[in-house]
């Protein structure tokens, strides 16, 4: 069976590609992986420091998961003034901290 | 719904690449497939790719999307957008299709014609070997890796051949981007979704940060391997550019120290690894401490100076054939190679299935 693998910086470096992604101490103190959709929700000032990275990362992301795989759509607009995409934005950070669902396939 | 019913990315790593993750990264974590073959898709391409080039279901979005990068700098940040008009002081907003690598007529109409499941890939498997074809024709043509077939081939060859086979084709950026994404709908959970962890050697080794990853794969139970990778100095841009033009990819070794004070030091190849554990330990440990000494030199000369690539390769050397017996070097394991792969690591140099 081949591998299946995500990466991620071990330190965080801004200018690197994939730089809002996890770094080693979030990884170290998390009970699972994190998404995309839940590391701005949970470590926002980050994130937002890092705008335009922030919206071209999770932009085709949403057209994937809400247009191509069909799954339902977030609750809340986009945030961002000017911005959209498809799929919309998780209301709230209390749902990123909700069991995980993994019906998709059966 | 849930942001914890949604995706993370991931890539299946059929090129048999020693650090499957380097254009994310410097850390991977390799999932437990048992764990996550009930909640994997995979893609036979990266989803950006199709997602911005090619007709949305739900209508265009892309050239409003680019329209909110409002000035150059930031308009370059994202290259599915194409560049910056100046006169009309709008970012590109190439119209879907245009220009791309991508055969969008896989990805329009019936729903998941083009994706696939670990227990049942042939969908995904059809949709990149046609994506491959027309992509390996249009794009990177002519270069090195020669004709569609001939690029075909070496992926074929990457898949199969065991690293220690000398018609084992080398590494190469335009070769990588035809990988599976494989996409995990849910949150895999730890420790119980990982099977072990790489880590980029280049970037981590003698660090604070090496350490820390050290301490996470003990607290975890989790084997750690380093890689050597591409060895190519962290860039912004995983652009083929930025990489050396081929490299082996053939580069693991299990970390002696981790596997000494976890329970991961139960890992065996027919037999317990402990003691080639013990033996690699000290060595390990020198060599930590001399590359520890050489990025702290160069730091105190400032300009953010970092080893040299090969520095890093006499390094990788001395770790690969000095420090590491035969038992702690690695390469991926082949489909049936190990009955408990779930818990396998991967095969050492005699053949011999590692586990834990």
């Known amino acids: ?106 | 719904m849930q942001a914890s019913d949604r995706v993370v990315y991931a890539v299946l790593n059929q090129h048999k690449t020693d650090f499957p993750c380097f254009y994310w990264g410097d850390v991977a974590v390799v999932f437990n497939n048992t764990y996550v073959r009930d909640m994997t898709i995979l893609n036979p391409m990266d989803s950006g790719d199709y997602t911005c080039d090619c007709p949305s279901p739900g209508g265009p979005w892309i050239p409003k999307f680019c329209a909110s990068f409002t000035n150059e700098t930031a308009c370059k940040k994202i290259w599915y957008c194409g560049s910056w008009d100046a006169k009309k002081g709008v970012c590109g907003g190439r119209p879907p299709s245009k220009k791309s690598p991508v055969n969008c007529s896989d990805w329009t109409g019936e729903p998941f014609r083009t994706v696939g499941t670990l227990s049942s890939g042939e969908h995904a498997a059809d949709a990149a070997a046609d994506h491959t074809l027309w992509s390996f024709s249009q794009w990177e043509t002519g270069g090195a890796m020669g004709t569609p077939a001939q690029k075909l081939a070496s992926l074929l060859n990457r898949m199969l051949l065991q690293w220690d086979d000398e018609a084992l084709p080398n590494m190469t950026v335009p070769q990588f981007d035809y990988y599976f994404e494989a996409n995990l709908l849910g949150n895999p959970r730890f420790p119980e979704a990982v099977s072990f962890l790489i880590a980029d050697m280049t970037v981590n080794f003698g660090t604070a940060e090496g350490r820390a990853i050290q301490a996470w794969a003990g607290a975890k139970g989790w084997p750690l391997l380093w890689a050597l990778g591409s060895n190519t100095p962290p860039s912004p841009t995983p652009a083929p550019g930025n990489h050396p033009r081929s490299w082996r990819a053939t580069g693991r070794v299990m970390d002696p120290q981790v596997q000494l004070a976890t329970a991961a030091g139960t890992a065996r190849a027919g037999r317990n690894l402990t003691a080639a554990a013990k033996a690699a330990a000290p060595p390990f440990d020198a060599l930590w401490r001399k590359v520890a000494g050489e990025r702290a030199a160069l730091q105190k000369k400032g300009g953010g100076k970092r080893p040299s690539v090969a520095q890093y390769e006499a390094w990788w050397a001395q770790l690969d054939t000095k420090v590491a017996p035969a038992g702690l070097r690695l390469q991926p394991m082949r489909a049936g190679a190990c009955l408990a792969d779930a818990k396998c690591v991967g095969v050492d140099a005699e053949g011999h299935c590692v586990c834990y």
């Open chain 1, 1 to 106: 069976m081949a591998e299946i693998a995500h990466g991620f910086h071990a330190k965080n470096d801004p200018t690197q590609n994939n730089a809002l992604d996890l770094d080693i101490a979030m990884a170290s103190s998390a009970a699972w992986f994190y998404n995309q959709w839940q590391m701005p929700l949970l470590f926002p000032a980050r994130e937002d420091a890092s705008y335009y990275e922030l919206i071209s990362y999770l932009a085709p992301a949403g057209a994937l998961e809400a247009e191509f795989y069909g799954l339902q759509k977030f609750s809340a607009p986009v945030p961002f003034a000017g911005v959209s995409w498809p799929g919309g934005w998780p209301a709230s950070v209390a749902e990123v901290h909700k069991d995980p669902c993994c019906e998709f396939l059966k």
